[in-house]
């Protein structure tokens, strides 16, 4: 049968039609009415961070990680210095874009089953004065690890550092509150926990931060500070918006506010990601993460240590039955990957454990 | 009534309503289903200019302009030296986004009203020859002339020099072709003359010169060598592609081989813009650019001199109607485009200027 499949994946995930069928009508990108979705967003966006009074919020074409460069390139002068707080793949990565660009950058690595450490970070800003920036990915899609974000604010507003975190994978699910963690930019994206689909960011900028960033960028199209001087004198975007992807962010929020914001939606998720590691642990299948650090985002799953396991094999089993499942991230063991964001719920992730077990099966595996 | 608006915009533009229904679908982006899509696609456009010999297709998330950066970043070594042949606003900004990444770029300016010269660059370059590579806008949709690539390339091959071609509003519309037309990148968007959504562009690049491009970029977002080897390795995006824009421009990709490819856009185009430009001449309006520099793209007029005309106002009488025009992008005279691109045909078009002249009416003035 023709029903779609369920994408238990970081992003692209699955949305609601309601969602998909604001995209069933084209917008004008000058135009008012389309200037109001976009302002009327950007205030919501503000809304779930309380970031009204601190922080300007600028959206962005592109993947999360064009708007990670980005907020780095604004953000970071060119003669800063960044830290990244390493534990996983999307850390590497950060590190790796702020050293193309031309910016100093540190490393301190830390263990990717573990989270972060704040004392560990305060320790080495203790010992180089030189560092400006720190970078933090609040949950590593790359484990599903949780990152301790309050307690890094804490220890970058303690001695004077700025702070750009990658919310890509939490923002919308795990509380994140401006009036009481203190950072300079904080990244997101639309296809990830506010159930959008993907193709712009955003970048939550303090204000003083915001005012002091041009000239940073030595890119124009990554130029947080030029598109949000823009779109304050226009209320339109710099370069042609991917306008069916910002309406469906749209409807997307419309929905993330009637579901009764971030508590609702964390509950939901942790719902999901309760019933799915009770189904995998049924069926002999170990997380990777011990649970005290695991984000209800996406789990990272041991593979079964059996000769009939193949992860091509089982991910085709799984999909033959309407689950698309997700490659593991990591290089020294074998695991994979289950998503529990979306527009999903208990029923979605009971069907995909039924599923997940069938397809073991199917493999040859003994399976619960 | 809740009839949609034409958008006389030059993109995002009016997309047939199938190309929209494809968007009512959640793709996984690491599936192989997605990947046979990106791959099709990527094969169609490199059929439109018949590339398949001597180039590779890039595609790329963000919009236009993201795309022409990643193009000059990836293609201009740091050492190179850009000429930008410049008549208008989108040449002026790939002159910035050049000088902005550091690397040398100088501007060869012509009239806004007319082509740039082919002598004239060969006359540069025989002067300069610190000059590594040259920079053409095909179609300035500033104004909407179209300038000659195809003199242009001869005489960037006969000096050695890389030519850059920013194809955005051109592409599938005016002939393109690798085999007789010689350039190192070439770059268009989903949202343009192919009559997708915004949200994605993609840049042709030759071979030998994507295979010397490692390290060029300094932009991780925006190199096109990474983006180039990952999708060869892997079949996959490097960062999470725009799934639904993607599925969408393929839809469109489709339909546009249908109608008969590229020499039926352009006819039904150039029928477009000669309905459009009689209409606003028994209106007594007048085209910015004489005839035979005007591309059937957008057409820039003149706005009427006239005491009660007030393009804030035309512009909302012609909305209430149905149809949404452009504001003009020049600074000297007071003008305002009206695209001929997107899902529309001569009744559109007809329709669109009996509107305009009502809304002149509404405002007072004589049309017609």
Known sequence: ?????????????????????????????????????????????????????????????????????????????????VLVLDNGAYCKRAAKLTQMMGRRASVLAFAED??????????????????????????????????????????????????????????????????????DALVAASGKCLEGVPGMGFVFVRKAVIEASAGNSQSLAMDLHDQHVYMERTGQWRFTPPTHVMVALAEAVAQFIEEGGQPARLARYRDNCATLIAGLSALGLQPFLRPEVQAPIIVTVHAPDHPAYDFKRFYAAAKARGFILYPGKLTEVETFRVGCIGAIGRNEMQQAVNAMGEALRELGLPAG
């Open 114 to 183: 573990e989270p972060v450490s704040a004392p560990a970070l305060a320790a080495r800003l203790a010992e180089d004065a030189s560092i400006t920036h720190v970078v933090l990915i609040h949950c590593e899609t790359g484990t599903g690890v949780e990152n301790p974000l309050a307690d890094v604010a804490a220890v970058c507003e303690r001695h004077g550092k700025g702070l750009i975190v990658d919310a890509m994978s939490s923002f919308g699910a795990l509380p994140i509150d401006a009036r009481t963690m203190r950072f």
């Open 1 to 81: 049968m023709d029903r779609d499949p369920i994408l238990l994946t970081p992003g692209p995930l699955t949305t609601t039609l309601r969602t998909k069928l604001a995209m069933l009508k084209d917008w004008g990108s000058w135009d008012s009415d389309f200037n109001a979705v976009t302002a009327r967003l950007r205030a919501q966006l503000l809304d779930i961070v309380n970031g009204h009074e601190t922080h300007v919020v600028v959206p962005l074409q592109g993947s999360g990680t064009f708007s990670v460069e980005a907020a780095v390139a604004t953000v970071v002068p060119r003669e800063g210095h």
